[in-house]
């Protein structure tokens, strides 16, 4: 093995992003504080329209973050004790967080394996009279199995929320992810493509009249200030955050296709090594008709957890997503799940790797990065 000189490379560099563009994000934080306005309003208005044309949908609502907004699509579904929410076990805690926290229960389905999304084909068996909603998730930035899982639901009439947190500019056979059921969740976390100065969420909708439901509720449910339709909750999104966002709304086209760049600069690089021939690591697929925006490029990785410490001692940021399936979640205990129930996604929980894919990484970091990794096994 030739000795070789550390590289920081992390797993995302907001400064790198912040650098190329502050100029137009600080003038638009100013702009917010001489206004001294500084939740929903204008900005927010604005942001909403954009996001909704960006999607395709007629109406689109901010709130507070991504988590707010699936728990805002299943309060205005009215999801609540005695109904189930058929969902992914392989995704982010919100997912699932958001319909135990409104008395509901998730019914979980294993993924596909190469896809990290759920497997549409044990979507049928897992319909019930309780069913009150499907919540597939597109995870890493690639669409889940939209036209299999649509078929099912319109049959029988339940309604698909999104979780887009995680693919804002994927598309599927075309279509953009946030238009592809009754409603879709984005979240503004910092690290998604579309990442705020802080927490921040938005829904989008066709549905005119789910959108001014999901109004009503991010406002205490008053449709009238104090006087309340429904128990609702405050989630609104800041001004300040809104201003920042359409400024890097602009910009989130090209960095998707940096992204992609990145990505395509990975396969090419590993075909150089033999890892792939002797299956120490795999890929992550691509899917008939998605647009993948990889938010994440997530490996699968032999001796991952030993890898991981390597890579850190070599400077290179890296992440489990995610480290345990939440059907076995300890706070999940009561709904009686147990280990070997969803073996793909628990086996993902084992392999799974997210190296470094961010916009700004350059091809010296992504040699350096597939270049170490092909130390750590030889
Ligand atoms: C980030 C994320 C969320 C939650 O978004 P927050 O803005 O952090 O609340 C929900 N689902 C998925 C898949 C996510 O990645």
Same mark, same amino acid.
């Given at each position: 093995m030739i000795e070789q000189t550390v590289r920081r490379v992390p797993l995302l560099d907001l400064n790198a992003q912040y650098r190329t563009i502050s100029d137009e994000i600080n003038a638009a934080a100013l702009s917010v504080l001489e206004s001294q306005? #500084?939740? *929903?309003?204008p900005e927010v208005r604005a942001l909403e329209s954009e996001i909704a044309g960006y999607c395709g949908t007629a109406h689109a609502v901010g709130c507070a973050s991504g988590s707010d907004a699936i728990l805002l699509a299943l309060m205005a579904l009215e999801v609540g004790p005695g109904d189930e929410v058929i969902t992914s076990? #392989?995704? /982010? #805690?919100a997912t699932a967080g958001s319909i135990v926290r409104l008395g509901a229960r998730p019914v979980f389905l294993d993924i596909d394996e190469l896809s =990290? $999304?759920?497997? %549409?084909? *044990?979507i049928e068996k897992a319909l019930? $009279?309780?069913?009150k909603a499907i919540l597939p998730v597109h995870l890493f930035g690639e669409c889940a199995a939209m036209d299999q899982i649509k078929a099912l639901a319109s049959e029988r009439s339940v309604p698909i929320i999104e979780d887009a947190a995680q693919a804002i500019g994927a598309t599927y056979f075309g279509r %953009?992810?946030?238009?592809?059921?009754?409603a879709a969740c984005f979240s /503004? =976390?910092?690290?998604? $493509?579309?990442?705020?100065?802080g927490d921040g969420g938005m829904l989008t909708t066709d549905d005119a009249e789910f959108a001014e439901k999901l109004k009503v509720l991010r406002g205490h449910g008053a449709k009238k200030k104090y006087f309340h339709e429904f128990v609702g909750m405050n989630s609104r999104l800041d001004s300040l955050q809104a201003a920042i966002l359409r400024v890097k709304l602009r910009h989130l086209d090209d960095w998707a296709g940096a992204r992609r760049e990145n990505a395509a600069r990975y396969r090419s690089l590993f075909a150089q090594t033999g890892l792939l021939e002797n299956g120490k690591v795999k890929l992550p697929s691509e899917s008939a008709g998605c647009f993948h925006v990889y938010n994440q490029f997530v490996i699968r990785a032999e001796e991952r957890d030993r890898l991981q410490g390597y890579l850190k001692e070599k400077g290179i940021g890296s992440e489990v997503y =995610? %480290?345990?399936?939440l059907h076995l979640q300890h706070c999940f205990k009561s709904l009686g799940y147990k280990q070997g129930d969803f073996p793909a996604s628990e086996r993902a929980t084992q392999e799974a790797l997210a190296i470094p894919v961010y916009p700004e990484l350059s091809a010296e970091d992504q040699e350096y990065v597939v270049h170490t990794i092909d130390s750590f096994y030889g």
């Open positions: 306005q #500084f939740i *929903l309003g076990p #392989f995704t /982010f #805690f =990290y $999304n759920i497997d %549409p084909s *044990l019930t $009279n309780r069913t %953009p992810a946030g238009g592809l059921g009754l /503004f =976390y910092p690290s998604k $493509n579309l990442g705020g100065a =995610y %480290p345990m399936s």
